[in-house]
């Protein structure tokens, strides 16, 4: 097989684990002419650089804040979970067509669908871009009552019409109500989409550990560190719980399959993303 470059863009990219993960699985697999590199791309060289995929015949490349919405109006197509998210993280170039993905939506089904019910009342805490490719993920598994938390009706306000726009029985509610206590209780899958908790907040959590809700499953997105501390009230209380660090690499492994056409050497990446997580942290 001849060689294929892939990339990351965002801004910034430079603590990405991307590069590692797919450089490891490459070697692994004696793909010794494939190289994956990080590349910081502002918001106006956007559509120089998907011409450059053009030109240049970069074969496929991920993409990072700020750039999973901008990056549409530069494709020729979108998957189903890209176009209901309205946001891309994977880009496939086939002979100069670039077609978009949400592997962050395919990832979250995945990790997801053996604890979900299609009767069951979702809290997702958050309401940016994670907490949308987390509603539209629970859409898809027949999870359509959710509540949305956050700080500002500046931004709960937009996610309630996000949901109800595609169908989803959606509430909100503000993080510290009294309500919110009495939702997160009868909830049976709660989802962290904030940065709460990720390093070097390690010691933080979005909700105490007392209302961490008996019978749920327990999704924390945070990835650095792997076991968060909601993570571990939660395992402490005998909750199911599913980590940051597997959407991380299941996301990773859904985009190598659409690039590929086969099955990835899952654990390779998890090893290369677990060390690069652990050098940073230094
Ligand atoms: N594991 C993975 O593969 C994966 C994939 C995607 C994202 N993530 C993680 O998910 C998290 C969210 O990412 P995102 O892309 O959705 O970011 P985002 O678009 O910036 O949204 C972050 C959300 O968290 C809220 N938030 C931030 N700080 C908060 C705090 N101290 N207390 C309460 N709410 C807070 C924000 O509230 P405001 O609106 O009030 O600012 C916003 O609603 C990040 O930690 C990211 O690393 C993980």
């Not at 910081?40 to 490349?61: H, K, N, S």
């Not at 086939?94 to 809290?123: C, Y």
Request: glycine fraction near 8%.
């Amino acid at each position: 097989m001849s060689g294929s470059l892939f990339a990351l863009i965002g801004d910034p990219v430079e603590h990405s684990v991307s590069p590692q993960m797919f450089n490891e699985a490459f070697r692994h697999l004696g793909l010794h002419s494939h190289l994956y590199v990080g590349l910081r791309i502002t918001p106006r060289e956007l559509g120089q650089f998907a011409a450059a995929v053009r030109l240049l015949g970069i074969r496929g490349f991920n993409v990072t804040i700020p750039h999973k919405q901008r990056v549409m109006s530069h494709l020729d197509s979108l998957d189903r979970g890209a176009s209901r998210v309205q946001a891309v993280n994977v880009v496939d170039n086939r002979r100069g067509k670039l077609k978009g993905f949400n592997t962050d939506v395919t990832a979250i089904m995945k990790l997801l669908k053996p604890h979900v019910h299609a009767s069951d009342r979702a809290v997702v805490l958050g309401c940016g871009g994670a907490a949308r490719a987390a509603a539209i993920a629970l859409l898809e598994l027949n999870c359509s009552e959710q509540a949305f938390v956050g700080r500002r009706l500046k931004t709960l306000k937009p996610m309630a019409r996000f949901a109800k726009q595609r169908g989803i029985d959606a509430s909100t509610l503000k993080f510290g109500s009294d309500e919110l206590k009495r939702c997160i209780s009868s909830a049976d899958i709660l989802v962290n989409a904030t940065p709460v908790g990720m390093y070097p907040n390690i010691n933080r959590t979005p909700i105490d550990r007392e209302i961490i809700p008996k019978h749920a499953v327990v999704f924390d997105m945070v990835y650095n560190p792997a076991e968060t501390r909601l993570l571990r009230n939660a395992k402490a209380r005998g909750n199911r719980v599913v980590g940051g660090l597997d959407m991380l690499v299941t996301q990773a492994a859904e985009a190598f399959r659409i690039w590929f056409s086969e099955n990835p050497p899952i654990e390779v990446m998890r090893r290369a993303a677990r060390r690069s997580l652990e050098e940073f942290r230094g």
